[in-house]
């Protein structure tokens, strides 16, 4: 009886091992899944961050060949930075633009712009026209810098 308690002990605890072998490959197995998703979600955020930091060396790169208004690319930078969720970050290094981007980044455009009143728009066009007379020149030579602009790492 003692013998037949032995091996079935043995028998009980070899499965118990084999099945605990099995849970920790499982689990191998998922962190291996998990790190090659992170690596995945991190390489195409890496990608679209490049990709938008381009876009705003374009723009800004327009806007130094008279291509693009100077209005119109402050705030096309400034929402590129805004998704990016570096304009704090970046703010410091620029800040005619982001002085520009805050007195117009509220002002309502195409349709929206069309249904105000006449002396509304007016008023709004020679907000701007100021600010951008203004910081034209702190703006300009931040497009220069912003041309070649390189992320650096927070760390």
Known sequence: MSTAFIILGGIILVGLSGYATYLLLQLKQQRQRQQAELAEREAKANAKRAQVLGDIRYIATAMLEDRCEMSE??????????MLSLSERVAPEFPMLFKHFELIKAHPIMEARQALPKQQRMKLDFV????EAELAHGINDEMKKLAH???????
């Open 73 to 82: 690319g402050v705030l096309r930078i400034g929402r590129l930075f805004e």
């Open 128 to 131: 701007r026209m100021k600010s």
């Open 149 to 155: 602009y390189q992320l650096r790492p927070t760390h």
